[in-house]
């Protein structure tokens, strides 16, 4: 090899050299939110000191149903229920409730060319703002790893989300992180049994340090990121939004309920709703909690199914399509095309997944 051909090999090998440094330091900042959720401890824990690792089934998520309560219980109809007429607030039981999707102002102001100016921190409170959220802690500092967890956490939701949201690269959550139920109260005057609050208009979610804490946030943080991809006149469907959030919750928050493999196995065996009736489903409010566990499973399932069997934006396709008020029927052919024309084919080919796996090519 001549002196002149050495040349310009070492010349586009510099060229070539510098371009990848280049995209290294341009996408590291966006690709390294894909990390996969690995925290050695939960932060949110109401045992400061727990050391098992955050991968666990917590015995009883907040997202478990209610028990039979009696009647003179001052509880809401639902963990989730609007407070007052208007208010854009849920409440989520310290008691281990399922929540209730909220029906009034679900719309957020997504103006990106204007910066947010965020709320002061409250008496007692430290602030500390990371990429995609502000922090209130009680105490003197906002710890580094509840900071490194809740941005872990949101990079795990976007594998699923980012298509919903993409405000998240302008505008940030607020979270609320009080140490005790005591605090948490009087910050919010929220009533005895609540263990926590979210609002989406405002994009803010309460908690205090518990076991449920951590399930709360990825389940709500859910909620924010997909519901928003919805106008406050066409509401998400309650059976595609809080599947999406259960799903979410197990899938990438590591915070399975635990009701919900028995209930899978319910619906291996046949059980659970038509899906006719299952997306006209608006409250749960009235059923009873067997009832209540199997319609989250069965949304949580048919939503895992939707996401898995074909790949690409065929289940963003979807979901747009419901959000521009298309029927059903005509949502999934659009998605996922033929035979997928109405929801007995669906419910056909979901049964059969259940089973065999052979369409989606999970193993539960």
């Known amino acids: 090899m001549d002196i002149l051909a050495k040349l310009r090999l070492a010349f586009w090998g510099l060229v070539i050299g510098l371009w990848g440094l280049f995209m290294y330091q341009y996408m590291d900042e966006d690709m390294s939110a894909l990390k996969r959720f690995k925290v050695g401890k939960n932060p949110f824990s109401s045992k400061p000191d727990y050391d098992k690792p955050v991968l666990k089934k917590y015995p009883a998520s907040v997202y478990t149903p209610p028990p039979q309560l009696p009647a003179a219980a001052p509880l809401p109809q639902s963990s989730l229920a609007l407070v007052r007429p208007g208010a854009d607030i849920k409440d989520i039981a310290s008691t281990p409730l399922i929540p209730e999707h909220p029906r009034g102002d ?11 100016e965020h709320p002061p921190a409250p008496t007692g409170f430290a602030m500390r703002e990371t990429r995609h959220f502000v922090i209130y802690e009680e105490g003197e500092q906002v710890a580094d790893e509840i900071a490194a967890t809740l941005e872990e956490l949101h990079g795990n939701i976007m594998l699923d989300l980012v298509a919903f949201s993409p405000w998240t690269r302008e505008k940030k959550v ?26 989406l208009s405002e994009r803010k979610i309460y908690v205090y340090r518990s076991d449920e804490a951590f399930g709360i946030l990825a389940h709500e943080l859910t909620h924010i990121y997909f519901d928003s991809f919805f106008p406050a006149s066409a509401p998400s469907p309650l059976w595609l939004s809080e599947g999406v959030a259960t799903y979410v919750q197990s899938e990438r928050g590591l915070s399975t309920p635990n009701w919900l493999d028995q209930n899978l196995k319910l619906l291996e065996g046949g059980s659970g709703f038509k899906l006719a009736d299952l997306v006209r489903i608006e409250s749960m409010s009235d059923a009873d909690e067997d009832n209540v566990r199997l319609w989250y499973a069965q949304s949580y399932s048919v939503v895992r199914f939707l996401m898995k069997m074909k790949a690409g934006e065929a289940f963003y396709i979807f979901c747009k399509e419901l959000r521009d008020g298309n029927p059903a029927n005509q949502a999934l052919y659009r998605a996922y095309g033929m035979p997928y024309n109405k929801l007995s084919s669906l419910e056909y080919a979901w049964r059969y997944d259940l089973k065999t796996g052979k369409i989606s090519g999970m193993n539960r």
Do not use: F, H, N, V
């Open 174 to 199: 607020y979270i609320y992180y009080s140490q005790s139920g005591a605090t948490y109260r009087r910050l919010t005057g929220r009533p005895e049994w609540s263990g926590g609050a979210a609002s």
């Open 106 to 116: 679900k719309t957020l102001d997504m103006r990106l060319e204007e910066r947010d």
